[in-house]
């Protein structure tokens, strides 16, 4: 079965610091890889979606990479702000079984400004 | 505006009353899930459907059952409900090879006393 597993749980930073979050997985059988953005108490926002052939994509301050072969993926946050304070989540679609969707438990990230 | 549409938003029910929560996609997707969140365990999948009439258990099944009988909805039932069902729930959408990403409902709050 497929684990996620996102490091660190929880990150501090002051705000303007570049920063890079973690999540890795154990079954590189996948068809995509999501990033997802949850405030508390809330819906979960879709950052970044990397397909298993790509490997990063770009959206504003946001670049995530994958690195399939070694079940790794990294979300750079550039230049962070308060409201980027959240938590964030990896989740892969994987092909091995039932295709399926696993979820990382979270980088919770506070933004101090 | 293409959307995953979960009712209600808020419920609290007592234990043992039979409940329905629903869940609508409006983008012809095949593949919807329903997923419960819980503080320290992350999101744990309950049951998920790769397409119309064609249902399997995720992680956590014991307590809920869902079906498809048509493409756009996948509701979620508690027939007898207990408080260890309390938890938010998401519904959530995709192609079937999770092409285009997957997209979530706002969530459900449930509360069972």
């Known amino acids: 079965k497929q684990e996620v597993t996102q490091i660190p749980a929880a990150l501090s930073v002051p705000e303007g610091e570049n920063l890079v979050l973690n999540c890795s997985f154990t079954?590189?059988?996948?068809?995509?890889l999501q990033w997802f953005r949850q405030d508390p108490g809330k819906g979960l926002t879709s950052l970044l979606l990397?397909?298993?052939?790509?490997r990063e994509q770009t959206s504003g301050r946001l670049n995530a990479s994958l690195d399939k072969s070694s079940g790794r993926s990294t979300l750079y946050i550039a230049a962070s702000q308060p409201g980027d304070s959240a938590t964030y989540l990896c989740?892969?679609?994987?092909?091995?079984?039932?295709?399926?969707?696993?979820f990382g438990t979270g980088t919770r990230l506070t933004v101090i400004p | 505006e293409a959307q995953v549409t979960q009712n209600p938003r808020y419920l609290i029910t007592v234990t043992g009353k039979k409940l329905t929560v629903t869940c609508s996609q409006n983008?012809?997707?095949?593949?919807m899930s329903w997923y419960r969140q819980d503080p320290g365990l992350g999101l744990r999948q309950i049951y998920y459907?790769?397409?119309?009439?064609?249902?399997d258990k995720g992680d956590v099944p014991e307590g809920y059952k869902v079906s498809r009988k048509e493409k756009r909805n996948f509701p979620l039932i508690l027939e007898s409900p207990s408080p260890n069902q309390t938890s938010l729930y998401f519904c959530?959408?995709?192609?079937?090879?999770?092409?285009?990403?997957?997209?979530f409902g706002s969530g459900t709050r449930l509360t069972v006393v």
């Open positions: 983008m012809n997707h095949e593949y």
């Open positions: 959530a959408s995709s192609f079937s090879t999770g092409t285009y990403g997957y997209t």
């Open positions: 989740a892969v679609f994987t092909i091995t079984g039932a295709n399926n969707l696993f």
């Open positions: 079954d590189s059988a996948i068809y995509n």
């Open positions: 990397i397909q298993s052939s790509q």
């Open positions: 459907s790769m397409n119309v009439e064609v249902t």
